[in-house]
């Protein structure tokens, strides 16, 4: 069983930055791959970033590349998202997310990951 406990959220005007964090637990072998969704009120859940966590390659959202950087410690199990020139359009509650090594499919798609946490609340005020 994988745990993932996200925080970090909070309320930031817009242009600021925050940092999210996700720490995991439980039988989170090496080979997994972590990722950051988020979904805003009314919208479906998408993807944000990801990162493979032996090589860490990383995947990014189009509508986040440049402002936003995944990362991973690995000895404190610890994912990270760094958010930089938030704007309204990110305001969403965001999710850490696990997938295993036997996943094939694509990093983008949230069918493929198969620990979720519970999230966490990012408000962009204008």
């Known amino acids: 069983q994988v745990q993932l406990v996200e925080s970090g959220g909070g309320l930031v005007q817009a242009g600021g930055s925050l940092r999210l964090s996700c720490a995991a637990s439980?039988?989170?072998?090496?080979?997994?791959?972590m990722g950051w969704f988020r979904q805003a009120p009314g919208k479906e859940r998408e993807f944000v970033a990801a990162?493979?966590?032996?090589?860490?390659?990383?995947y990014y959202a189009d509508s986040v590349k440049g402002r936003f950087t995944i990362s991973r410690d690995n000895a404190k199990n610890t994912l990270y998202l760094q958010m930089n020139s938030l704007n309204t359009e990110d305001t969403a509650v965001y999710y850490c997310?696990?997938?295993?090594?036997?996943?094939?499919?694509?990093?983008?798609?949230?069918?493929?990951?198969?620990?979720w946490g519970q999230g966490t609340q990012v408000t962009v005020s204008s």
């Open positions: 990162i493979r966590w032996l090589s860490g390659n990383t």
């Open positions: 439980g039988r989170t072998g090496r080979d997994y791959a």
């Open positions: 997310a696990a997938r295993p090594p036997s996943s094939s499919g694509s990093y983008y798609s949230q069918t493929e990951y198969v620990h």
